[in-house]
């Protein structure tokens, strides 16, 4: 099985995940792929410390996989404000500066996804010539032919 050019894994802040909730739905309506699930899946906020761990390990590796099986990977380094972030801090399941969407974003670079970054460059690596990237996500979704 290869990568399928229209599938798609979407990164970004946990907090952030009913937004991007809305951008998959977008997506599959225009009939992409939405291949991660991580802003699809309830939580239980009471689980135990070792619950808890279990279920991380699995998240990543399940995270992975998705990847794995993209031909496009799309950041969306912060859809939030500074005040969610802040409010949301308390209780989170992510914490508040959670990065796995860039140990993610390292990840479909190496095995070679087009990578396509929506707002402000993250770090020095959203800036690399092969990157593409998009002021808002309405310039995306144009770019990839999706109306909302």
């Known amino acids: 099985m290869t990568r399928e050019s229209n599938a798609v894994y979407l990164a970004g802040k946990f907090q952030d995940r009913e937004k991007i909730k809305e951008l998959a739905q977008a997506l599959r309506a225009s009939g992409f792929k939405v291949m991660s699930s991580w802003h699809d899946v309830e939580y239980n906020m009471d689980e135990t410390a070792e619950t808890r761990q279990r279920r991380i390990t699995s998240d990543a590796e399940r995270d ?85």
């Open 64 to 148: 992975l996989g998705e990847i794995y099986w993209s031909g496009i990977f799309i950041l969306l380094p912060k859809m939030s404000s500074w005040e969610e972030d802040k409010m949301y801090a308390k209780g989170s399941i992510a914490g508040p500066e959670s990065s796995g969407r860039y140990t993610e974003l390292g990840y479909a670079f190496a095995i070679g996804c087009k990578v396509l970054v929506v707002g402000e460059h993250a770090n020095i690596f959203t800036r690399l010539a092969t990157v593409q990237r998009f002021a808002t996500v309405d310039d995306l979704l144009l770019f990839l032919g999706v109306s909302r």
